[in-house]
């Protein structure tokens, strides 16, 4: 039974067109890692200073994929621990604030993370939580806007890197900011940590004190995260990870980390990395050539925001309606958007799942069509079965 919809999940993930621009296809490597008897093992404390026994070669691999990550990501400390990117980021929270602190980043709606400070979550209920949006006109990151909030509210942490942003984010200016009030600035790159491997995106460190990633994203390891940054901050962030949030490791999810890793220190990683924004930019073109409105105008990453209301369909109803057709994308809200999250009046879509598969540009300006026309209303499921048949994710075996 469990296998049958193991199996029935991963036929899905071989025939749907998967553009959700947080996901990705791990390696069968990655994937493989994961399953191993590395997940029997308890792991308390990090290398060399473990509260169980049996550590000889647990304590290497740990140890190896924090080398790994200091040298694919250039920064001094990694912590390889962190089982989600809510956590990295609430790690973050525990080393440099108390409850009732200020938090600045960018709000929900304005393509912000939950842990960046929103009400519904721990960071938006245990701190207080001052956030900045974009320009209304621009749609981008507003500096003089972000300095006046900052200088006003003297958050204690700004937080920039965002999950629904379709531009390149500029840390410098950030930083800048965060100097003048003496803030500590977090970098969250969960979202395009692959394109600032592959050196297509400027590189948040040495701006930013912290740096938070999840692994599954752009980055294509497993499910997980990584938390970087200053030597001077390693301690503080180490114990915020365990014992202050976390009990035992997984090592087999540390051992695919580091599996993802060596992967991205290859050539044809960077070629990937490219890819993905050749690929969103072939879409961008496409999407503005049918009349579609793009939030910010275009992109320069991974990801497109669809602003749906010229269309006559909200993002609800558009992604269920690709859904039956076998596109897979997020409903997702605009800045300012002036309909509720439930019914919010974009989509959300990206390249990263197009770029690992394979797929070309003018693959991509066809998926814009197909896109269209289910829109429309036109039935295009059998154009997608055969356009996806051509690019086979993972063989039946996984
Ligand atoms: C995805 C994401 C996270 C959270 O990652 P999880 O692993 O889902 O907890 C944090 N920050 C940003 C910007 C993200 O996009």
Redesign the pocket.
Known sequence: MLEDLIKKEVERQNQDLGLIP?ENYASPRVLKIMGTPLSNKYAEGYPGKRYYQGMKWVDKIESYAIELAKRVFKVPYANVQPH???IA?LAVYLAFLKPGDKVMGMSLDAGG?L?HGSKVNITGKWFQSVPYTVNKETEMLDFDEIRKIALKEKPKLIIA???AYPRQVDFKEFKEIAREIDAILLA?I??IAGLIVGEIHSHPYPYADVITT?TH?TLRGPRG?LLMGKEKYAKILDKAIFPGLQGGPLEHVIAAKAAALEEASTKEFKEYAKKIVKLAKAMEEEFLNRGYRLVSGGTDTHLLLIDLRNKGINGKKAAVLLEKNHIIVNANSIPFDPNPPTKPSGIRLGTPMMATRGMEVDDAKYVVELIDRALQGEDVKEEVLNLTKLYPVYEESV
């Open positions: 947080s989600a990117g809510a980021n993370h842990t890197g965002y999950s969250d969960s979202h999840t994203k995260a």
